[in-house]
């Protein structure tokens, strides 16, 4: 078994952008017990599937491989900040997507049919893309953090998304590592023109 998630992954320019952003945060609040993710680990989930076998594994990847050759490549800008699961209760901050086209939607949705058709079962919860920057182990102390993440206007570069990444998380006593399992790109934008 392989606990498994598949996932958008973000540029090296929007990740540096998004360490930097988080390390400001975490100078201001060093007295906190906040579990900071770290830059190579943020990415977009679109479905974590936890725990499943290598039937199951192959399903997802046949699932993914249909997908991307449906969706073209677009581009999105990590913009605004967020809590779950609420502001008095904030346990997750995030980092969220501008994403005016509702791109991201669109992938989650295709993947979703795909992975539904080879017997995967559909997330119950909404999506809502989010970059989880950091979970905060001491919540009732953290007011003034929620409220500095959440005041802040946070916006990256613009990338381009060009496929989906399939990892494997592995879960150790220092926290979980990713490691890539297989990536599928996107169909490529080519319009073709017929010469005579």
């Known amino acids: 078994m392989k606990r498994i998630f598949t996932a958008i992954d973000i540029s090296d320019a929007a990740r540096a952008e ?16 906040v579990s900071w993710e770290k830059p190579e680990k943020l990415h977009f989930t679109l479905k974590f599937l936890g725990d499943i076998d290598e039937t199951q594994l192959r399903n997802l990847t046949e699932a993914v491989a249909a997908a ?30 501008n994403d005016e086209q509702a791109n991201m939607q669109k992938v989650k ?27 905060l182990r001491e919540p009732h102390k953290s007011a003034e953090l929620v409220e500095k993440h959440l ?7 613009e990338f381009t998304v ?13 926290g979980s590592i990713y490691s890539i399992v297989s990536k599928y790109e ?3 934008n080519v319009t073709t023109e017929e010469r005579g």
């Open 151 to 157: 005041s802040e206007n946070f916006v990256s570069d």
């Open 109 to 135: 949705e295709v993947l979703d049919c795909e992975c539904f058709e080879r017997g995967l079962a559909k997330e119950n919860r909404d999506f809502k893309a989010h970059l989880t920057i950091a979970r």
């Open 162 to 174: 060009s496929g989906i990444t399939i990892y494997e998380s592995r879960l150790q006593k220092s």
């Open 68 to 97: 991307t050759g449906k969706i073209s490549n677009f581009k999105i800008r990590i913009a605004g900040t967020g809590v779950f699961p609420s502001k008095r209760n904030a346990r997750i901050l995030w980092l969220g997507v």
């Open 186 to 188: 996107f169909k490529e």
């Open 18 to 33: 998004c360490a930097n952003y988080v390390e400001n945060l975490k100078s201001v609040f060093l007295h906190l017990r």
